[in-house]
């Protein structure tokens, strides 16, 4: 091929870029073995530049099938046409704004919350108390807890509470999820069995 012809080929890669039903990905290779050919010398170059007219003249047959495919209802027709509706459907906003504020707490329960905490705290304080070993050591995992939460509570009570709250709701969370994976069937003999 001469410098003209290249010219062309490229020059008809071009076109086929902005014609409507050509594959992308069809389309990318053909403008790699472009790049490629434009890079190359000789007989190199010569071999890319058929390839590449192979590739361009396969786009087109399929650019000119593509309509006549297109007329035909496909089986995924439906689930296009959802798809493009989806697509130009307003998104909904995030959860963040969908939230209505909460009301205020009772007068009643707002005073007793913090006394509610002290007790949940002072009741965590006990049960770290109760699961330490009579003979653990100074450095024992379970009496370095209780130490940690005896000085929590005597030094930041506040703390102490928001972290016996954070605790609770962690394990709350453990429970539904452990409670998601177990099989619907299983839950059911479970409470069968409990009846009986």
Known sequence: MNIPADEELFA??????????????????????????????????????????????????????????????????ALTSLVDRLGRAEAPPPRSQVRAPAPPPLKTV??????????????RLRQARAQVPENAGPLHSSRVVHRMLQTLHADAPGYLQALSASVEALAELEREFEASLRPAGREARGERRRQR
């Open 12 to 77: 008809a890669l071009a076109a086929r870029r902005v014609t409507p039903g050509a594959e992308p990905v069809a389309l990318a290779v053909a403008e790699a073995l472009a790049r490629r050919a434009s890079a190359a010398e000789g007989e190199t170059r010569r071999l890319l530049l058929a390839r590449l007219q192979r590739r361009i003249d396969a786009i087109s047959s399929a650019a000119t099938a593509a309509p006549a495919a297109a007329s035909a209802p496909a089986p995924w027709a």
């Open 110 to 123: 707002a005073a007793l919350q913090p006394t509610v905490g002290r007790l949940k705290a002072e009741h």
